[in-house]
C-alpha cells in the first residue's frame, strides 16, 4: 500500500513512491520505512479470479461491546486495590480518587471514540497509528500491546488457583490436577489450573465471536451482581452501625491534596479494558453508532460501580483497619458476615475469567492486523471460514500464554507491561491531533460498511494516489506539497504538535525526577510549561484542516474541546508512563539491595508480617473502640519504621 521516493522526510510520516511511480513490492530500509503511512482500510480481501477470502463477522452489537469492555476492564484487582488505596493514600476519600482516575480514562475514552468510529477495522491503536504517524511508531505500539496482552493474560490465570483454593479450603485440599507444583530440582512452580483456564477460554473463543461475546455477557453478569451484592448489603449494614469509617477524627481527607491524587494515579490502571472493545470495530454491525456507545457505557458503568464500592467499604469500617490483601472479606468479616465470603471469592473468579476473556479476545486481531500490513507473516493474517474469527492467531496465542502461565510467575511482568497500554492511549491521542489539524491524505470512504476490494487495483490506486499527494507536498510533516493547497497554517499546526509532545515529555520527566537539585529540575518545569502553553494556544487559535471531512468514515462520533482533551490526555498517560519507569527502578534498586544482602531480609519479614498480623488481631479485639485502634496502628506504623530502618 506505499512505495519509496526520493522526496524529503518528515518525524511524524512520509508517503513515499519512488520519482518514476515507485514500487509497492519492495520495502526502503531505513527512516523513510518507519514514517510510511497506510490508508485506512487496509483489508483487501478479493482476488485477481473473483473468489473471495473470507472476513470477520459482523454479529457485535452496542451491548456485546458493553459486555465486553465492563468485564475486561472491572477485574479482581478491585477487590484488593480499595484496601491498599484507602489505607495508603486517600483514606474516606477513596471515591474521589476513582473519580478522578475516571475523568482521566475518559479522556482517552473520547480519543478511542472518534477514531474507531472514523477506522473501523481490527488492531486498535496499532492501526490509528499506522495511519496517522507511520509504521515505526505503530510496530512498536502493536508489540506493546501484545506484550499487554499476553503477560496480562498469563498473570490473571495465575490468580485463579489461590482464589479457588478457597472453595476446597485451601490450596492443599485442590485436587492433584490443579494445584500448584514444584518441580524438584528446578524450583519452578507450575501451575496447571491457569495453564487449563487459557486453553478453555482459547477453544472457546474459536467458536466465533457471537458465542465469546455471549459467554462474556455471562460471566460479566455474575461478577457486575456480586458488586451489586457488596454495595447493597454493605451499604445496609453500614447505615444500620452509623457509618463508622466516616466518624474520624482525623477527617474525610486524611492524606490532603496530595494523596487522592496519588491514590488517582493508583486506580488509573482499573479502568483499563475499555479499549479492548475498539479490537473489535470490524466485527460490528454498526461502528459509527456501537462503538462510541460500547465504549462510553462500559467506562461509566465501571466508575459508577467503583465509587458506589468504595464509598461503603470505607464506611463499614475505619480505613485503616482494612486488611490489604482482602480488604472486603475482612470489611465484612469485622461486620459479623463471614458466610459472605463464598460469594465474594465467586466475584472474584468471575472477575478473573472475564478479563481473561477480554485479553485473549483482542490480541489475534491485533496479530490479525499487523499481519495484513506485512508486519507478520500471512499466516497470521488467515480467517476460518466457518467461524469467521483468526483461528490460527488465537490457537497461537493461546498455546504461547497458557506456557507463560504455567512454569512462570509473571505478576512483576505484569505491572511493568502497563507502560504498554500507557503508550497505545498516548499515541491514540496524538493521533486525534493529526487528523483535526494535520490529517492524512485518504479516499473518503462513503460508509461504515468493509468495502472489499481487488488486491492489485487497491495498491496501484493506491500507489498512483501517494503519488499525486507527494509530488505536491511542502509541509513539514508530508513532505513537498505545493503551498498553495495548504499554507502557512498546516506548518504551524504541525510543529505544534511536535513541539506539544516534546514539552509533555520535558514536563512530566521533571515533575517526576525528585532526585535532580531544584534549580535544573524548576527550569526544565517552566521551560516545557511555557512551551507547551504557547504550543497549545497556537493550536486553540488556528482552524482545523478541512481535509479531515474526507478521512474515513463520516457520520460517528467526533472528541470535544480538540485541542485540549488530547493534549491533556497526552499529559496524564505520559506522566503515569515516566512515573511507572522511576518506581521500576527504585524496585530494582530494592531488590539488588536483598540480593547482596539475603541475611536481612528474612528477620525484616518476619518482623513486618508480626507487626501486622498482631495489630490485625487487635483490631479485631477491640472492634468497637477507634481511639485504642488509632493508638495501635501508629504502634505498628512506628514498627514497621523501624523494620525499613532494619532493612535499610
Known amino acids: 500500500f506505499v512505495g519509496k521516493t526520493k522526496s524529503s522526510w518528515s518525524l511524524f510520516f ?31 480481501l478479493k482476488n485477481d479470479h473473483g473468489h473471495h477470502h473470507h472476513q470477520l463477522a459482523k454479529k457485535l452489537t452496542a451491548v456485546d461491546l458493553v459486555a465486553i469492555g465492563v468485564g475486561t476492564t472491572i477485574g479482581a484487582g478491585v477487590y484488593i486495590l480499595v484496601g491498599t488505596v484507602a489505607r ?54 502493536g508489540w506493546a500491546l501484545v506484550l499487554d496482552y499476553t503477560i496480562g493474560g498469563s498473570a490473571i490465570a495465575r490468580g485463579i488457583s489461590p482464589n479457588l483454593a478457597s472453595f476446597f479450603g485451601g490450596l492443599d485440599k485442590l485436587p492433584v490436577f490443579l494445584a500448584r507444583q514444584t518441580i524438584p530440582g528446578l524450583g519452578i512452580v507450575v501451575d496447571p489450573c491457569a495453564a487449563l483456564l487459557i486453553m478453555i477460554v482459547t477453544i472457546l473463543l474459536c467458536f466465533g465471536i457471537k458465542e465469546s461475546s455471549l459467554v462474556q455477557a455471562i460471566v460479566t453478569s455474575v461478577n457486575v451482581c456480586t458488586l451489586v451484592f457488596i454495595i447493597v448489603v454493605g451499604g445496609y449494614t453500614a ?17 490532603g491534596l496530595k494523596g487522592i491524587l496519588a491514590g488517582a494515579a493508583v486506580v488509573f490502571f482499573s479502568y483499563i479494558g475499555f479499549d479492548t472493545v475498539t479490537s473489535t470495530a470490524e466485527e460490528v454491525k454498526n461502528p459509527q453508532r456501537d462503538l462510541p456507545l460500547g465504549i462510553g457505557i462500559a467506562l461509566m458503568i465501571c466508575c459508577i460501580l467503583y465509587m458506589l464500592l468504595s464509598v461503603v467499604i470505607v464506611g463499614l469500617v475505619p480505613y485503616y483497619t482494612l486488611d490489604p490483601d482482602t480488604p472486603i472479606s475482612s470489611a465484612f468479616g469485622d461486620s459479623g458476615m463471614q458466610w459472605a465470603a463464598y460469594i465474594l471469592t465467586t466475584g472474584a473468579i468471575t472477575a478473573l475469567c472475564a478479563s481473561l476473556l477480554g ?20 499466516f497470521f493474517a488467515e480467517i476460518d471460514p466457518r467461524t469467521q474469527v483468526p483461528v490460527k492467531n488465537t490457537i497461537v496465542i493461546g498455546v504461547l500464554a497458557a506456557s507463560l502461565a504455567f ?12 507502560v504498554g497500554t500507557l503508550m497505545a492511549f498516548t499515541s491514540v491521542a496524538v493521533c486525534v ?27 496501484l490506486q493506491t500507489e498512483r494516489f501517494l503519488v499525486d499527494a507527494v509530488e505536491s507536498s511542502d509541509s513539514p510533516l508530508l513532505g513537498a506539497r505545493d503551498e498553495k493547497y495548504f499554507g502557512k497554517r498546516r506548518k504551524i499546526a504541525a510543529w505544534s504538535i511536535v513541539l506539544v509532545c516534546i514539552s509533555v515529555l520535558g514536563l512530566s520527566s521533571a515533575a517526576s525526577a525528585e532526585r535532580l537539585p531544584s534549580f535544573p529540575r524548576f527550569t526544565m518545569c517552566g521551560v516545557s510549561a511555557a512551551i507547551l502553553l504557547g504550543s497549545l494556544i497556537t493550536l486553540g487559535c488556528i482552524d482545523e484542516d478541512d481535509e479531515r471531512h474526507k478521512f474515513g468514515h463520516q457520520g460517528g462520533f467526533l472528541c470535544p474541546f480538540v485541542p485540549y482533551l488530547p493534549v491533556l490526555c497526552i499529559l496524564i498517560n505520559t506522566y503515569l508512563i515516566i512515573n511507572i519507569g522511576w518506581d521500576m527502578d527504585q524496585g530494582l534498586d530494592m531488590a539488588a539491595c536483598w540480593k547482596h544482602d539475603l541475611s536481612l531480609l528474612w528477620p525484616v519479614s518476619q518482623l513486618t508480617e508480626q507487626c501486622r498480623l498482631c495489630s490485625n ?32
Open 359 to 378: 485479553s485473549l479476545l483482542a490480541q489475534p486481531r491485533i496479530f490479525m492486523a499487523m499481519a495484513r500490513d506485512g508486519l507478520l507473516p500471512a
Open 239 to 255: 447505615f444500620k452501625t452509623g457509618w463508622v469509617g466516616y466518624d474520624l477524627s482525623t477527617g474525610f481527607f486524611p492524606f
Open 433 to 459: 491531533l493529526v487528523l483535526r489539524y494535520v490529517p492524512p491524505y485518504g479516499v473518503p470512504l462513503p460508509s461504515s460498511s468493509q468495502t472489499w476490494i481487488d488486491k492489485n487495483e487497491s495498491r
Open 617 to 648: 488481631d487487635l483490631y479485631r479485639e477491640n472492634n468497637r473502640s477507634s481511639s485504642l485502634r488509632s493508638v495501635i496502628h501508629s504502634k505498628a506504623e512506628g514498627a514497621r519504621a523501624q523494620a525499613l530502618l532494619l532493612l535499610k
Open 407 to 418: 512454569f512462570m510467575d509473571v505478576s512483576q511482568l505484569s505491572e511493568m507491561v502497563s
Open 14 to 44: 512520509l508517503a513515499d513512491m519512488n520519482e518514476n511511480g515507485g514500487s509497492s513490492k519492495k520495502c526502503s530500509w531505513g527512516f523513510n520505512s518507519l514514517v510510511r503511512r497506510k490508508q485506512v482500510d487496509s483489508v483487501h
Open 88 to 141: 495508603e493514600h486517600t483514606g474516606p476519600a477513596l471515591a474521589v480518587s476513582f473519580f478522578i482516575a475516571g475523568v482521566a480514562a475518559a479522556l482517552s475514552a473520547c480519543c478511542y471514540a472518534e477514531l474507531a468510529s472514523r477506522c473501523p477495522s481490527a488492531g486498535s491503536a496499532y492501526h490509528y497509528a499506522y495511519i496517522c504517524l507511520g509504521e515505526g511508531i505503530a510496530w512498536l505500539v
